[in-house]
């Protein structure tokens, strides 16, 4: 990648613009989607009512908003960052193993789990939490084996290794 702005001097959102603009469109993609999903889950249990956000919970899961904050976080850093990832973290192989630790966690549970809730909502089990923490999470692991994404990032890690 041809980098027109200096690592050293420009600030961490012009590095986010730059590298988001030249990100590929599936990472683009899934990172709209990060914030898409963290903002509506902080809205429903913030600022709705408890008995909407207690009603969703069993619908998404319990901590599915971990996966989508990690996510944006590291797609984030090794954009922008410069010192906080080790260049040789910067891969798309570093969120898949991500994405891949929380769909193995999250089949375990779903298939570990003998039907008990406890009258707790935060561990009722529904098959539309298939769609949320299986599903979903394996639809962006293939997304994130793309070429492209692969290439970006490859071409990422030599930028900041120049510095």
């Known amino acids: ?43 429903a249990i913030f600022f709705l009512s408890s008995i909407i956000g207690e009603s969703i919970k069993p619908l998404v899961g319990n901590g599915i908003i971990n996966l989508y904050l990690l996510a944006i976080g590291f797609i984030a850093e090794s954009m922008a960052g410069k010192s906080f990832l080790h260049p040789n973290l910067r891969s798309n192989y570093t969120l898949i193993i991500f994405l891949l630790i929380y769909t193995t966690f999250k089949i375990y549970d779903f298939v570990t789990w003998n039907g008990e809730d406890f ?13 949320w923490t299986i599903l979903i999470p394996g639809f962006w692991i293939l997304v994130m ?5 692969k290439k970006y990032y490859h071409n990422l890690r030599l930028d900041y290794e120049k510095l």
């Open 1 to 43: 990648m041809t980098n027109p702005i200096d690592l050293n001097y420009s600030t961490y959102w012009q590095r986010l613009r730059y590298y988001f603009s030249i990100a590929p469109v599936e990472l683009k993609v899934f990172f709209v989607f990060s914030i898409i999903a963290v903002l509506t889950y902080f809205i």
């Open 119 to 131: 009258g707790n909502p935060s561990i009722i089990n529904n098959e539309w939490q298939l769609v």
């Open 145 to 149: 084996l793309s070429p492209r994404i």
